[in-house]
């Protein structure tokens, strides 16, 4: 029997890595004959570089670079042989590594990004996935791009700082000396944010409060972006403003995609630099999961991406959890022939959490020796 082991991280219990080493043993201590093979997924949010790095046997960097604060942190990408760079955002500019009390919208900034991508390239890469989320800033990208080049300024030529508070007094942005590498490297952005950058659905509104932005602010915030987005296209840029994932991460999928990016929905940018159609094609069964599953699942999570590469080959495909939320049992039927937690019973969270591999491992063979007997 050919199983496809395909999933996502079990949040603060397994990365994916482990987890598909997990569902490896169950299946073993059932078929010990079996051939599995290890994919570990990702949707394009945290875990994506480690879940990328694994599948593709690419190896870790690590860069001085500057928090949404300025801040001096190291922050880590991924770079594979074959010159594919795997940055995620949120490593330098995550909303995790600023505490709430310290949150500050108007000061926030993308700059710390930058780093990665110039590592990068200077490091040969002519590829990049870019894993957009989890960001505490809402600068629409301007200090990404200024990191790459861009110079930010001001109706008497003043040079602006990169963060929204100083961009309020934009009125044009040079890019002639923006990174001529850019315009021949292939940039994928991994996400299922498809916000627009302006407006009631857009970057400052629906994300700036969880990133410290009071009432009062967004509004500012949303023109500060109109700003950014107007000296982009009088620059030459094209209008990205509408595109969907414009939004996403504060802006920055604005600024990405008006160096050429292409945005698509995560699990399949990674489904697709993992191979894992061509894992699947030919398998038995796939099995796939998560932490949760609920049905926000079916809503461009790993689980579901999974399904759908299955579905192609005709392949079933068994769900695990950590826990099973509302809808769940929705899944079945659904692009899953069952879907199963792997808690054992009542218990802590935090022993959950730390026995996560060994009841996964179980609840693989369980399910399993129940499909055996039909």
């Not at 949150?103 to 710390?112: E, I, V």
Request: aromatic share 2%; glycine share 14%.
């Amino acid at each position: 029997m050919r199983v496809v082991l395909a999933p996502d991280s079990f949040k603060e219990s397994m990365t994916a890595a482990d987890a598909a080493a997990a569902m490896a043993r169950g299946v073993r201590s059932v078929h010990p004959d079996s051939e599995c093979v290890e994919v570990p997924m990702a949707d394009g949010g945290e875990g994506t570089t480690a879940a990328l790095m694994a599948a593709l046997e690419g190896q870790w960097r690590t860069v001085r670079t500057a928090d949404a604060l300025g801040r001096r942190i190291e922050a880590r990408y991924g770079l594979t042989a074959d010159g594919l760079a795997v940055i995620e955002v949120a490593a330098s500019v995550g909303i995790g590594l600023v505490e709430p009390a310290d949150r500050d919208a108007l000061r926030a900034n993308s700059a710390g990004v930058a780093p990665l991508v110039i590592d990068a390239l200077d490091a040969g890469a002519t590829r990049l996935i870019v894993g957009l989320g989890g960001t505490v800033t809402t600068d629409g990208g301007a200090g990404l791009l200024a990191g790459l080049g861009a110079i930010w300024l001001g109706v008497d030529g003043t040079v602006l700082d990169p963060r929204p508070g100083a961009l309020l007094a934009l009125d044009h942005v040079d890019l002639t000396a923006l990174d001529p590498r850019l315009a021949d490297t292939t940039i994928e952005l991994a996400c299922d944010v498809t916000n627009p950058l302006l407006g009631p659905s857009g970057a400052a509104a629906i994300f700036g409060p969880q990133k410290g932005a009071t009432p009062e602010q967004v509004p500012v915030l949303d023109g500060v972006l109109a700003r950014v987005a107007d000296a982009l296209v009088a620059a030459g840029r094209r209008d990205v403003r509408e595109l969907p994932g414009s939004g996403a991460a504060g802006g920055l999928g604005a600024a990405f995609l008006a160096l050429g990016a292409t945005l698509r929905p995560g699990v399949e940018v990674v489904a697709e630099a993992a191979g894992l159609d061509d894992a699947v094609r030919g398998a038995d069964l796939v099995l796939t999961g998560e932490g949760s599953l609920d049905r926000q699942t079916l809503a461009g999570k790993t689980p579901a991406g999974v399904a759908a590469v299955a579905a192609r080959h005709g392949v079933p495909v068994i769900a695990f959890a950590g826990r099973l939320g509302d809808g769940a049992d929705e899944l079945v039927g659904r692009g899953f022939v069952a879907v199963q937690s792997i808690t054992r019973g009542p218990g802590t969270l935090a022993d959950a959490l730390r026995e996560g591999p060994a009841n996964l491992e179980r609840a693989v063979a369980t399910a399993l020796r129940i499909r055996a007997l039909g």
